[in-house]
Nanobody, 112 residues
């Protein structure tokens, strides 16, 4: 059974940092790009960041460029999202995605 399990969410003040993790099990994703998406109440799920299978190439939505960094450790079958300078508008449930699999999400709440 393939699973993606996110962790690391929580409550943080504006300007603070969090590091999200997404651990995959059941298969390896070292040849797949992996992504982070997020969804705020009343809004559609939106793309946040993506990283290639090798980790050499990454991309970000404009609103997080310079603040968020995506990385991966293929030996651990895990990706990460380092989030710095967090803003209240970053509040959302953050989801990990790979191939056609989704994690259950982890809540990030940024207070002003």
């Amino acid at each position: 059974q393939v699973q993606l399990v996110e962790s690391g969410g929580g409550l943080v003040q504006a300007g603070g940092s969090l590091r999200l993790s997404c651990a995959a099990s059941g298969r390896t994703f070292s040849r797949n790009a992996m992504d982070w998406f997020r969804q705020s109440p009343g809004k559609e799920r939106e793309f946040v960041a993506s990283i290639s299978g090798s980790g050499a190439v990454s991309s970000y939505t404009d609103s997080v460029k310079g603040r968020f960094t995506i990385s991966r450790d293929n030996a651990k079958n895990t990706i990460y999202l380092q989030m710095n300078s967090l803003k209240p508008e970053d509040t959302a449930v953050y989801y990990c995605h790979a191939a056609h699999y989704w994690g259950q999400g982890t809540q990030v709440t940024v207070s002003s």
